[in-house]
């Protein structure tokens, strides 16, 4: 079995999950057509509110400031992926789901959705590695791959299903 990630756009233009894996929204504000091309959405996974908002007004900044990466900035100036780990272990709503969604794992490929295009800067990624931690021979697949996103762009896009905020960014390595 896989743990897929994807954002919106993706899953709807790009990638087809099978018939028989669960689709699940992973965000905070969904929109109307989130439940027509997933199962259901788990907001109890999503970033906390707080650092969601820390996230997007730095990235914004960010962007104001004419920074290449403006979701890499951010995620490292909030120290975004350490706090979103702690907010999933410290409270018994997420861990329910993550139990879940472990469960599902094992017997089926499950597939978690977002905004973002990247998963690097994306909570779905350490969401994913969370519910394989313990599991054995499950796979994580990230859905565009990270290494084939464009690396010469120097922008973010916006994803056209996703709010006007939402950033499907671009990744550049750290020197």
């Not at 439940?35 to 907001?43: E, K, L, S």
């Not at 994306?122 to 796979?139: F, G, K, M, N």
């Amino acid at each position: 079995m896989t743990v897929y990630t994807s954002y919106f756009g993706g899953l709807t233009t790009e990638f087809e999950p099978s018939e028989e894996a669960d689709i699940f929204g992973v965000v905070r504000y969904p929109q109307d057509f989130v439940d027509r091309v997933t199962d259901r959405n788990i907001p109890a996974v999503a970033p906390p509110e707080n650092l969601l908002d820390a996230y997007k007004r730095v990235e914004g900044t960010a962007e104001d400031d004419g920074a290449d990466y403006p979701s890499a900035v951010a995620w490292r100036t909030v120290d975004f992926e350490p706090r979103y780990l702690n907010y999933l272990r410290s409270y018994p709503g997420p861990q329910r789901v993550l139990d879940e969604l472990r469960e599902r794992a094992l017997e089926r490929d499950v597939w978690l959705v977002c905004w973002e295009k990247d998963c690097r800067w994306c909570h779905r990624r350490p969401l994913a590695s969370e519910i394989v931690a313990d599991l054995e021979e499950i796979d994580v697949v990230h859905r565009p791959d990270p290494r084939t996103i464009d690396l010469e762009s120097g922008s973010d896009e916006t994803d056209e299903n996703g709010p006007e905020n939402a950033a499907l960014t671009d990744f550049t390595p750290e020197a």
